[in-house]
C-alpha cells in the first residue's frame, strides 16, 4: 500500500506545484493590467485636462498622438479612434518597454 501513497502524495505535490504556477502567473498578468489601465487613464486624464495641442514630448517621454493625428483632430470619430489608439501603443510602451516593435504594429491593427 506504501506505492500507492507515495504516487498519491507525488501526484498532490505536482498538482499543488502547478497551481501555485498558475497563480502566480496570474498575479503578474493582473499586475500588469493594472497597470496598463492606470497608465491609460493617467493619459487620457491628462489630454482632457490640457488638451490635444498642449500634449508634450517631455511630458509623454518622446510624444503621443503622431503629428497626422493631432492635425486631423476635428473631434470627428477617427481623430478621436486614432487618440485613444496612440493612448493605448503609448501605454504599452511605458509599461512593457521592450516590447517588439512587431507586436506593436498588431496591436495598432487590432485597434484600427
Known amino acids: 500500500m506504501e506505492p500507492n501513497t507515495e504516487k498519491s502524495g507525488s501526484a498532490n505535490n505536482l498538482i499543488k506545484s502547478r497551481c501555485s504556477e498558475i497563480n502566480e502567473i ?23 485636462n490640457n488638451g490635444l495641442n498642449e500634449l508634450t514630448g517631455d511630458h509623454l517621454g518622446g510624444g503621443l498622438a503622431s ?36 507586436c506593436l504594429d498588431r496591436v495598432k491593427r487590432i485597434m484600427s
Open 67 to 102: 503629428q497626422g493625428s493631432q492635425d486631423d483632430d476635428d473631434g470627428s470619430p477617427n481623430s478621436l479612434e486614432n487618440l485613444e489608439r496612440d493612448i493605448v501603443i503609448h501605454a504599452v510602451k511605458r509599461i512593457l518597454p521592450n516590447v517588439s516593435k512587431s
Open 26 to 48: 496570474c498575479d503578474e498578468t493582473s499586475i500588469v493590467a493594472h497597470k496598463l489601465i492606470g497608465q491609460m487613464l493617467d493619459t487620457w486624464l491628462f489630454v482632457e
